[in-house]
């Protein structure tokens, strides 16, 4: 299991560190010599990472980075390696509840809660119980809080109980849901317009403001579930629903989703957190909406002069607008001068990044925009070729690309009462560029 | 709030501050102190002198600052176990306390605290918290046996703790059950044979249904717990699976990878036939693609191992190529192990995609990926015949970008690809030619190289183009040092007229100017073959060559078992068993899947599991095949090895010509008077004719005795060229050791060496070059004489030299005492000779131990009146006996020696050999 946790700066000075084996060291000298080897073989070392996961003097380094900060777990042993980075990443989102951004100076200034949380969270290198909303029932930054008996056997069986994300007793004037659906559709595509790879990965990301303990079903167009319900009821009833229905490959759940009811009845049924979660992640492949169509030319005149146009169309409802549209076009490395026009929207060359950057602030539907650049090139002897790399897209649009609709979200209270009725729900769809690229 | 000030303070004198800050009254500054301490510990500073004063501070209500102290108590207690002791009370007190956190804190910090002298006072309060009312405590007492177990384990047995957390199996609470079965798992590990973890169909039973409700840890735990178990049969596992399965929709992608894990390990007994085994098969894809959209880190985690499942079972991923295409802006770890998948579910359905994708790769800006990405377009051809065409003229359309090391990697594929299809893509050698020069790397020019003498006879200046590589040989890699030397043999067997002297100018090279012994073996290898017989020679060096597999870099099935056993962890990250990273016992004993039942057909890999270690395919072709030269590269399988050693038999030996065998003749029968019997006659030569070491003197490890080199050919005498050297006999051959030194202006080249005949059959190991004889007119005086005659391009010289007798001593010299005495009797008297060896003040025994040294052996000893009588016996090279009978009189320094020998000329040659080694 993990031996031990250590949180560095950029500068690969030590934060926090904390040791929970004997084995990656003694308590002194020990630590400190494989706190330096990291430093030195990871923060600064010359060459790129390499990998996340690093063997230094018969220690394994597992680590990952944000921002500025350096997150290492430390261990001899064979441990689940994939564990040890979900426990990072828990870690960091535990961090960010505590006192948003991980930044050198919100770990140092956090430093004690750090220890205190790292104490709680992981046991002799097990990681314990993470729900964010269990550890602030009992780790504060408030000092002492006198708690009575109950309370104190109500945070045990909590940390401790089935259901670890919710506490009992939770009380709201206005039962109240919010349910986003989130889309990034991430694409490839070849110059000649054809799609090397395409799919959407989605997030159903929830708020709920309910009381009690909330039972909560969740039910969307999952072909499979339609399919089913189709045998049962008329054919009709297939060909209207089946075209609607959306072909799921994989889906994930919030632990709080009994994923073995999941598995026999394919039905999403959960005792929700209180607050912001994130219900489930899913990955489709097929039938997803494109919503933007990028057409690439690229012309080389002579050695030292680039013509590029590129055409965007929107492929969606004209009723509906797209937003914060971004195209990113990569320039070579010895560009020495652009002259852009294009016909919406504003557009600059960002000698920094190498790329025009196009933006449009919004964009309806079924139009087409267009933009050209002449390059200006300086003479190299540089015998390689430019490598071309892709053109990128960014943009929000309101719709999911995937085709996927909430079709209900039933709440049932049966020791409070408040009915299904009464929650007000909320539903939003919102579709995003993931990595949404063209080869030129 | 702003902490971050206490990671400022380097003041002089803190450490009297903070002393007398901790020592305060107010609760407040008592607290920032041990703030500041902790923050100077964190930064390495030592302060354990602060350790009273710090252990003071933990008598208080205030959560927070007692768990600071705790904090502290871990890291220092060890450095100060006696003061640890101070603070065992306040722990016993607070595992009483009525507050379960404080309860749980206490067992917790306690068991950190790896003093033997308070694990002693862990005890009592850690059976109370194995049996608290209160599901937290008891999931911390838990862990608290591993980590008592870590450092007294046998404290723990004696205590009777593990039953206890055995009891802890079955508890209400699931997250006590997982943090029971985590410590057991980790007990255990260390007891590879007890049945500790003592899974049954019940246990397991509780396990599955504890997975359903407990954290997302806790059912890692129970995974990883559950992965160890063998089910008893078919049906078990199917159910096993079936609860399992549902584990594949977890967000946490640990809990996913466990399951796979679980279930590709149980899915081995499951019967193919079997309908669920297919539905199975099928669950496995979408969560392996799942895991790809997850953080960079675990993409890399999961990449590693679903690189080991597409290996082990390639059916499940096989429709999956796209989720696997590189992503412009993913982290070049993430590339390279997508680069690797691609490779290995190349089908001929998707070849055309898969290629299209590698040539944009091939384009991109990170020089190791762009390797692979060539390397892997070799590969696809060499995988999928059909689109082997494509291939070569995708790689030939990047060397045309001229971009040097996708050049030089594309050179080294194509080699490749023509050991897989020959004689089917030679057109574009011409281009490879083209870029010669170009080529820095070994690995390409060794590719380079091979391609040029597999093709000598169709490339035109084939032996121009190996002699540009041979002008700089000494500077060369050894890889492309033994390429070369083969590629010219090669070229000397299909075109021998016009590259006789590139031949022999490699063969010496590699001999004689080499101190790498492959390559100077394989040098000896083929200038025998080439000089015994050119016909096998052909047959060996020019055999046909085994095919080389399409699977390439597989891991070895035994150890890819155990690493299926692995799913998730660092060894199958690093694609290495636990073993080889782990120390002590943890992880030595070596996980197999369970045998498949039901299924006859098929038979699987994993059901014929050996029991031989598993060990990674090395690198390089095995020893064999790099000794014959078959160009086995590491993707090849091995074929059965040609008949080679036919033609290596020593005594017939045929100059590169084989046009003088009247030479041969002289040289390899002896002095027919000398020889004793056939069979020693054939042995000793076989000795003998691998005596010679042209490379002599060159990184030669040195025996026991080195005398020093005596100048055999003055300068004066041979235009420049001084020839000075040395006899010796190691391991059994006989050495001519020479230093060639050049004294005159011009560059000699071209040497080569002949002896004359003489006395014992003395003849050069490695054959040279023609030379006429001396003429045989010279009379041989000293039997030991040898001529010697050394050609370069300036001129031949003779000269002789002598070697002493005792390089003549072979090793198994020693007679039998019978055959001793009967030996003695039966020479006649007539050719015994009597010496005397003056001034030698050795004992019997030392003397005795020191011609042992020179191969003359002690057979018996007798003590007659003070006089020590030595009975000894030496045999020649060519089979000659010489007895010796040493007298040695305490306090005389004169020895008699008496020698007897059927070819008494040798006798007076042999006492000098005794004078000398033992005066010496």
């Not at chain 1, 400190?32 to 018969?58: C, E, G, Y």
């Not at chain 1, 870690?91 to 949380?117: H, P, Q, R, T, W």
């Not at chain 2, 083929?526 to 000089?531: D, F, G, I």
Request: hydrophobic content about 40%.
């Amino acid at each position: 299991m993990i031996g031990g946790l250590f949180i560095y700066n950029h500068k690969g000075e030590v934060l926090i560190s904390r040791v929970y084996r004997d084995d990656i060291g003694g308590p002194l000298n020990g630590v400190m010599i494989l706190l330096d080897a990291f430093r030195v073989n990871v923060i600064h070392a010359r060459q790129q990472v390499r990998s996340p996961v690093t063997n230094i003097a018969r220690t394994s380094f597992l680590h990952v980075k944000r921002s500025n900060i350096w997150l290492a777990a430390a261990t001899k042993q064979n441990v689940n390696a994939t564990m040890v980075f979900e426990f990072l990443y828990k870690m960091c989102d535990v961090m960010a509840a505590y006192f948003g951004k991980i930044s050198e100076e919100n770990v140092k200034n956090n430093f004690v809660l750090i220890y205190e949380l790292l104490d709680e969270i992981l046991d002799f290198g097990y990681p314990q119980n993470s729900e964010t909303g269990a550890l602030k029932t009992f780790i504060t930054q408030q000092g002492i809080k006198s708690q009575t008996k109950e309370e104190q056997s109500q945070i045990t069986s909590q940390v401790t109980g089935q259901i670890g994300w919710r506490r009992e007793g939770i009380k709201y004037r206005r039962n109240e849901l919010f349910l986003d659906v989130l889309e990034s559709v991430n694409l490839l595509m070849s110059p000649q317009g054809q799609v090397l790879s395409a799919h959407v990965s989605g997030r159903v990301v929830m708020k709920s403001y309910l009381s009690g303990m909330p039972e909560c079903k969740f039910g969307m167009n999952d072909k499979i579930v339609i399919d089913k319900q189709g045998k049962g009821g008329g054919s009709e009833d297939v060909a209207k629903s089946g075209k609607q229905s959306i072909a799921i490959d994989d889906c994930t759940f919030h632990q709080c989703v009994r994923l073995s009811k999941f598995d026999t009845e394919r039905s999403i049924s959960f005792i929700p957190p209180d607050g912001d979660y994130e219900l489930m992640r899913y990955r489709t492949t097929k039938d997803i909406i494109l919503p933007f169509r990028v057409i690439p030319l690229v012309r080389e005149v002579g050695r030292t002069r680039l013509e590029v146009k590129v055409v965007i169309k929107s492929n969606f409802k004209s009723s509906l607008l797209a937003q914060k549209i971004e195209v990113r076009i990569p320039t070579p490395l010895t560009t020495s001068g652009v002259q852009l026009i294009c016909m919406k929207g504003k557009a600059k060359y960002k000698a920094s990044e190498n790329a025009i950057v196009w933006k449009v602030k919004r964009m309806a539907g079924m139009k087409e925009s267009q933009i050209s650049a002449e390059i200006e090139l300086l003479p190299t002897n540089d015998k390689k070729k430019w490598a071309r790399p892709p053109i990128s897209m960014n943009f929000e649009v309101p719709f999911a690309p995937s085709g996927l609709k909430v079709r209900y979200l039933k709440v049932f209270e049966p020791k409070l009462n408040y009915s299904d009725h009464d929650v007000i729900k909320w539903v939003r769809y919102i579709g995003r560029s993931g990595i949404y690229e063209t080869r030129c | 709030m702003t902490d971050s000030k206490y990671f400022t303070t380097t003041k002089k004198g803190e450490i009297f501050e903070l002393k007398a800050e901790l020592n305060s009254d107010k609760k407040e500054k008592k607290k920032e102190a041990v703030k500041k301490v902790i923050a100077s510990m964190t930064v390495g500073k030592d302060v354990s002198a602060l350790f009273p004063d710090v252990v003071n501070c933990m008598q208080t209500d205030n959560l927070e600052l007692k768990k600071l102290v705790y904090l502290y108590l871990m890291n220092y207690a060890k450095s100060q176990p006696d003061m640890a002791i101070m603070a065992v009370n306040t722990f016993v007190k607070d595992c009483e306390d009525p507050n379960p956190l404080i309860r749980a804190l206490a067992v917790r910090t306690m068991g950190c605290i790896r003093v033997d002298k308070i694990t002693e006072y862990l005890c009592e309060p850690l059976r109370k918290c194995l049996k608290d009312e209160d599901p937290y405590v008891r999931k911390t007492a838990a862990v608290c046996v591993a980590k008592l177990h870590d450092i007294n384990a046998q404290l723990v047995e004696d205590q009777g703790f593990l039953d206890t957390l055995k009891d802890l199996i079955s508890d209400s609470n699931p997250m006590v059950v997982a943090n029971a079965v985590a410590a057991l798992s980790e007990i255990a590990e260390s007891h590879p044979n007890s049945n500790l973890l003592d899974l049954n169909p019940q246990t397991i039973n509780k396990l599955l249904t504890a997975l359903n409700e407990c954290t997302e840890w806790g059912q890692i735990f129970i995974l990883d717990c559950l992965a160890n178990y063998t089910p008893r049969d078919d049906r078990e596992s199917q159910s096993i699976c079936e609860r399992v399965t549902p584990r594949l929709s977890h967000a946490n992608s640990a809990v996913v990878l466990s399951a796979v894990k679980v279930l590709m390990k149980f899915m081995e007994m499951l019967p193919k036939d079997l309908d669920y085994y297919g539905t199975l098969l099928k669950k496995l894809a979408p969560p392996l693609v799942t895991l790809l959209s997850a953080e960079p880190e675990l993409q890399y985690v999961a990449l590693r191992n679903i690189n080991l499942i597409v290996q082990r079972r390639p059916e499940i991923l096989k429709h999956e190529m796209k989720v696997f295409f590189v992503k412009y802006n993913d982290p070049i770890y993430v590339k390279l192990e997508k680069l690797d998948i691609m490779i290995r579910l190349a089908s001929q359905a998707n070849i055309a995609q898969v290629l299209a994708e590698l040539k944009e790769y091939a384009t991109e800006v990170d020089v190791d990926f762009v390797r692979k990405a060539v390397r892997a377009i070799g590969r696809c051809a060499i995988k999928v015949e059909q689109s082997a065409e494509r291939c070569v003229s995708t790689l030939l359309d990047l060397i045309q970008t001229k971009v040097n090391y996708v050049v030089q990697e594309a050179i080294v594929v194509i080699k490749d690809i023509f050991r897989k299809y020959p004689n089917k893509y030679e057109s574009v050698i011409a281009t490879l030619c083209e870029n010669l020069d170009s080529l820095d790397e070994p690995e390409a020019r060794a590719a380079m190289i091979w391609i040029v003498g597999e093709y000598a006879e169709r490339i035109d200046n084939a032996d121009e183009l190996l002699e540009s590589f041979l002008e700089g040989f000494h500077d060369e890699s050894t890889q492309v040092q033994l390429q070369l030397l083969t590629a010219i043999v090669k070229l000397f067997l299909k075109k021998p007229t016009e590259t006789q002297e590139l031949v022999q100018q490699v063969l010496s090279l590699a001999t004689q100017d080499s101190d790498n012994p492959d390559l100077r073996d394989r040098g000896y290898i083929y200038w025998r073959l080439l000089s015994t017989d050119p016909v096998a020679a052909k047959e060996v060096v020019l055999a046909e060559k085994p095919l080389i597999s399409e699977e390439t870099d597989l891991i070895e099935p035994t150890l890819l078992e155990e690493l299926i056993c692995h799913i998730g962890t660092l060894a199958s990250v690093y694609h290495k068993p636990p073993s080889a990273f782990v120390e002590g016992s943890r992880g030595v004993q070596h996980k197999r899947l369970p045998g498949s039942a039901g299924s006859v057909e098929s038979p699987d890999p994993g059901a014929a599991a050996t029991e031989t270690p598993p060990a990674v395919i090395p690198s390089q072709g095995d020893l064999l095949g790099d000794l014959l030269n078959l160009d086995l590269t590491p993707t090849t399988t091995t074929g059965p090895p040609p008949p080679t050693t036919s033609g290596m038999q020593m005594g017939a030996m045929d100059l590169l010509s084989g046009g003088l065998d009247s030479l041969v003749g002289l040289l390899h029968q002896g002095p027919p008077s000398l020889s004793a019997s056939p069979s020693t006659t054939t042995a000793s030569f076989g000795g003998l004719d691998d005596l010679f070491d042209l490379g002599g003197g060159v990184g030669m490890p040195m025996g026991a005795l080195n005398p020093p080199k005596a100048v055999w050919l003055p300068a004066m005498k041979a235009k420049g060229l001084e020839i000075s050297g040395v006899f010796v006999r190691r391991a059994g051959v006989i050495q001519m050791e020479m230093t060639l030194t050049n004294k005159a202006m011009s560059v000699m080249t071209d040497f080569a060496i002949q002896f004359n005949r003489n006395s014992f059959g003395l003849a050069p190991a490695g054959p040279l070059q023609i030379l006429t004889p001396l003429s045989p007119n010279q009379s041989i005086e000293p039997l030991n004489n040898l001529q010697v005659a050394v050609k370069n391009n300036i001129d031949v010289f003779y000269f002789s030299c002598q070697y002493p007798i005792s390089m003549l001593f072979v090793e198994d010299g020693k007679m039998e005492r019978q055959v001793f005495l009967a030996t003695w009797k039966d020479i006649p008297n007539d050719n015994e000779s009597q010496f005397q060896i003056k001034d030698c003040h050795l004992n019997s025994d030392a003397a005795s131990n020191k011609l042992q040294s020179s191969n003359i052996f002690t057979i018996a000893k007798r003590t007659v009146e003070g006089q020590d009588m030595l009975y000894q016996s030496m045999k020649l090279t060519n089979g000659i006996w010489v007895l010796a009978e040493l007298r040695v009189q305490a306090g005389n320094p004169n020895y008699t020696i008496s020698l007897k020998c059927r070819a008494p000329e040798v006798s007076q040659c042999v006492f000098q050999n005794y004078e000398a080694v033992l005066k010496n």
